[in-house]
């Protein structure tokens, strides 16, 4: 009986690995897939048919199609039929889906894509996109391409609705355009958020008009060799008169902004408070403990890593308060990030201001005037009808009431028990400036760490300790490129991607779905992807070095 047993095994074991062989090989995975047979061909006159509301996203698809192919893809009002069309609607649509799930029939005479909201509308678009050759993300049109893609039904909405990553503009600036190419490949994996870190000891990256010592000071160094020793020439972000960084213009971050949404992205602004403010203090020292006194930080150059800002004064507040109100006008999202982190207590304890506000607030320790100093700014930030979000250290003395925490270094469980919403975002899973071998010959630097694809892919946001009732706090996770080490483009592209497809697939893909060989096989045509794009991923994905 064994020996009949065992041959029948492996024959349905080879047609189940023939089977998802013959899958379409799409990042994230789809709630549910149905491959059939056959195929729609794109044509030279095929039409993009629009409901009212999905028009934008109708447009965004045929100026896809057409930068790729070559040909017109007209976008019009559906008629009597969709025949030979692609129908983009959110007409009788299943409510159940939400605001970014979505339905894709493709049958060989056309292609439907109905969700409730743009957001799934846009998504089912980047599904039927994946579906096509890898060629469509051309910025040229290819030639001698058969346009057609696989008959399928699918049925799809994330797990997660904070599917993100961060990017660090503060150690090494890059420009409005790079930027946006990094939002490209995001929304190709569904990512629906930008963490952008614009402050910090190195650099103020934002202009803000009422203190335009912020850029003119902040946003400028000697160079980028002081603190890391890099060589100067993995960088280009000079300035006229040889200094290093740069910053955004209010309207290069309109216009960042608006690229962003036209691609679902939600962009976070991180003003940094009240610590990692050394860039804001070179410029404005009065709202330091020190007013400058003792800092080694001078027009030039940027400030001491270790100095806050002065929690005693009030005039600190009414700066930030001044910085926030420009932000407020330039990012629509409903959070602000404040970071919160790593802050030294060393000024605070020889301030006399601070340790007069410690007294009358009946604190106990230095530690607890950052609690005060975020919850004051927290209750500024809910009357501009925002919310505030930070890292893990802003529960240190008591979270604000409304704050929703980033837990790099723990406290999710804690803070998604008290109420809190939060993004997991722990560093030994999720920190992408660490290195992807253990063979750091064969790499370029890196902070340090070790987190190779396969970690990335394992980790569950859910903590594991963490109760049901509260799981829904956690309202998914991001993927952090903290960029001491990365001063260009092209090194950052090889940090993030394929690891950012790893994470896509773990916050938008039901969990029971995951299967990492899978990945793997449907990662090989999400590379060519990429090509076509001009991305720089990292092509040994699995080279993990000796001893691993």
Not at 309 to 332: H, I, R, S, W
Request: hydrophobic letters at 35%.
């Amino acid at each position: 009986m064994r020996s009949i047993l065992i041959p029948i095994l492996s024959i349905v074991s080879g047609l189940a690995v023939a089977a998802r062989a013959a899958e379409p090989a799409l990042i994230p995975k789809p709630e549910t897939m149905t491959p059939r047979e056959g195929a729609f061909v794109l044509g030279p006159e095929t039409p993009i048919l629009v409901d009212a509301k999905s028009k934008v996203t109708g447009q965004f698809l045929a100026e896809r199609l057409r930068a790729a192919t070559g040909f017109k893809f007209p976008v019009k009002s559906p008629g009597t039929t969709t025949a030979g069309a692609i129908w983009l609607t959110t007409k009788t649509s299943d409510p159940s889906l939400g605001s970014e799930g979505y339905e894709l029939t493709v049958d060989p005479d056309s292609v439907v894509i109905r969700a409730p909201a743009q957001g799934g509308v846009f998504y089912g678009v980047e599904t039927f996109l994946q579906l096509l050759p890898p060629e469509v993300f051309a910025a040229q049109a290819a030639s001698g391409v058969k346009w057609e893609a696989p008959c399928v039904e699918i049925k799809d909405r994330p797990r997660f609705q904070w599917r993100g990553m961060l990017l660090d503009v503060s150690r090494h600036f890059f420009t409005k355009e790079e930027v946006e190419q990094i939002l490209d490949a995001l929304a190709m994996h569904k990512i629906n958020t930008l963490h952008w870190h614009l402050t910090d000891d190195h650099g103020w990256r934002i202009e803000i008009k009422k203190y335009p010592r912020l850029t003119e000071v902040g946003a400028w160094r000697k160079d980028i060799g002081l603190d890391w020793g890099l060589d100067p020439k993995a960088s280009t972000a000079y300035g006229p008169d040889d200094r290093y960084g740069g910053y955004y213009t209010q309207a290069d971050i309109r216009e960042v902004v608006r690229y962003a949404a036209a691609r679902h992205i939600t962009i976070v602004p991180e003003i940094e408070m009240p610590g990692h403010s050394g860039a804001a203090l070179a410029a404005y020292p009065q709202f330091s403990c020190t007013d400058g006194r003792g800092q080694p930080s001078k027009d030039g150059d940027t400030g001491n890593a270790d100095d806050v800002y002065c929690a005693g004064n009030d005039e600190t507040f009414e700066f930030l308060q001044n910085v926030l109100k420009e932000v407020f006008t330039l990012f629509p999202g409903k959070y602000i990030h404040v970071g919160g982190d790593e802050v030294s207590t060393g000024f605070w304890s020889k301030c006399e201001k601070c340790q007069a506000r410690k007294k009358a607030e009946g604190l106990q320790k230095d530690q607890q005037l950052e609690s005060y100093f975020i919850q004051r700014m927290e209750r500024f930030i809910n009357a501009n009808g925002r919310s505030l979000i930070g890292w893990s250290e802003i529960r240190e003395g008591g979270l604000a009431k409304n704050a929703a925490l980033m837990d790099w270094i723990g406290g999710a469980t804690e803070g998604a028990r008290d109420g809190h919403d939060v993004v997991m975002t722990p560093e030994a899973d999720c920190y992408l400036d660490h290195y992807q071998s253990n063979d750091h010959a064969k790499e370029p630097r890196a902070i340090g760490g070790f987190l190779p694809l396969r970690a990335i892919y394992t980790f569950d946001p859910i903590p594991k300790n963490l109760e049901p009732e509260f799981q829904p706090h956690i309202l998914g996770a991001q993927g952090n490129l903290w960029t001491e080490y990365i001063p260009n483009l092209r090194h950052a592209e090889y940090m993030i991607f394929p690891r950012e497809c790893a994470l896509a697939e773990i916050t938008w893909s039901p969990k029971e779905a995951r299967n990492f060989d899978d990945f793997l096989r449907r990662l090989e045509t999400d590379e060519r992807r990429l090509d076509q794009m001009g991305v720089n991923y990292r092509r040994n994905p699995l080279d993990i070095g000796p001893g691993q």
